[in-house]
Structures are given as C-alpha cells and as structure tokens.
C-alpha cells in the first residue's frame, strides 16, 4: 500500500531536491547538440507587423513561420531594458541580462527559454537564422511582463508594456508539486517529446482543477477511488528519479501552459490492458504513443 512518507517533507530535503532540480536544468540547458545557422527567414515564412504601446517595432525583422510569430533576440530585448548579450558557441546558448536584474538562457533549436528560473514552452523551437537567434515572441513577452494580443483584422501582434517593474519574478515552484509532477511525467511518458510530455502533465492538473477528482497533483497521482489511476504507482516506478525533460515539462506545465483544458485520460493503445477509456471517453488527440480523451 502507498503511503504519504514517501513525501519530501523535511526543509533539507526540499532544500536538497530544489538545488538538485536547478543543477539539472543548468545542465540540460547547456547541454544539447549544436545546429547550424540557416538563411535569414525561410522561404514559407511571412512578414508580420508587431507594436509596442501603439507604435510599430522591428520593422521587417518579425515574421511568421508555421503559425509562430518570431523577433530577433537582441533587438527585442534591447527595446525594454539595456542587456548584455554573451554566446556560447559549442552549445549555441545566448546568455542575455538586463540592467533590472534578469537572465535569459535561451538554446538554438531548444523549445523553451528560461528567465529567471521560470520554463516557458516555445511552441516551436528557437531558430538561427543567418547568424541571429529568432525566438517566438509570446514567451519573450512573458520574459518582460508585457501583455499580447494578436489582431485579427490587421494580423498583427500588439505588445503593452508592464506597468510595474518589466521583467519576471524568479520563479518559486510549489516543490512537492514539482517533485510529483516531474515523476508521474518522466514515469508515464519517458522517452516521448516535450510536447508529449506536457501533455501528460496538463491531464493531471485537469483533473486536480475536477470535481470529480483530488484538488491536489499528490492527491490525484495517488486516487484510488475508482482503482488505481495510474500504472506507475502500483509498479513503484513514480518512485524513480526523474529525467531532465520531465521536470523541464513538469515546470511548463506549472507555468500555465496547456495543450488541452479538458483531457482526462490518456494511454498506450499498443500496451494497454484495458480499452475502458477508448470506449467510454470522447477522443481527442494523439502526440506520440499517447492517444489522450477527454
């Protein structure tokens, strides 16, 4: 039977496990493949207008690619805060800090950015183009706390400025909150992509957002309501270290990203052992090996 002493409880240990979490995240940013600089703006790319405060920023250097309006890091970044820019060439990593205290890290071909401690998923992923770091614009706004909305009528992004200080807090993740997250992550959807692995994520804060279910990412892993919810908890392996994209998807989830609001379920229709969900719940969407139902 399960018990709650598996929990870190003790403040060195929480202490321990937040150290530990931050070591692998520098790591992991640091650590993937180099890629090669490709032309300025692909071919299917589309030239985009975006405003700041009611006046039109970067003129010609905004566009749209698959969906993902992109801006030039640099020249971004200097419009709301004098920064310094540093580049790790073996990793093509871009340091940026600004002259208000905050630190971007933000990879080549990596689909998040990471500001002040906070993961924000990219959607697609960062670009080298002709020699310059092109980063999706809704993360960056987050970055610098300044609202977005895009408008329709005149496909364009709109940017308000933060009215407070411009940049983002350093981040505080609630740690048994992470601590559990990242395990059910890395124990169900280990080896699938990020997107795959959010995905997993944001079913299980759906549910805790239920009624039908716990109101806490502890209490739902763990339900035993209606049998055990999750494999992982009757094999033991939610008890296994988490990998590093676990916890970098458990921290995006826990930013607010979501892929759905409203799945419930999720399985491997190639290895499951009960078709209850395929036949009781209404499809949704399929990333990877993961058919997920709402």
Known sequence: MVTTTNRPRSLLARRWLCALFAAVMLVSVLSVGTFAASPAHPKESVETDVYLDGIEILDGDCVIWRDVTFVPLRKFCNLFDGCTFSWDGKTNTATVKTESGMTLIIQSG????????HYFYTVEAVQNWDGSLYVPIRPLAR?????????????????????????????????????????????EAKGESLKGQIAVGNVVLNRVRHASYPNTIYGVIFDRKHGTQFSPVSYGTIYQEPTASSIIAAKICLEGYSISNSALFFMNPRIATSNWI?????????????DFYN
Request: proline share 3%.
């Open 143 to 187: 970055a610098f706390n300044a609202s977005l909305e895009w408008n329709n009528s005149v496909r364009a992004v709109e940017l308000k400025s933060a009215t407070s200080k411009p940049l983002v807090s350093w981040a505080n993740y609630d740690e048994d909150d992470l601590y559990w997250l990242a395990r059910i992550i890395s124990a």
């Open 110 to 117: 990596a689909l998040y950015i990471w500001a002040n401690g």
């Open 278 to 290: 395929s036949k009781n719940r209404p499809y949704a969407f399929t990333i990877g090996n993961h």
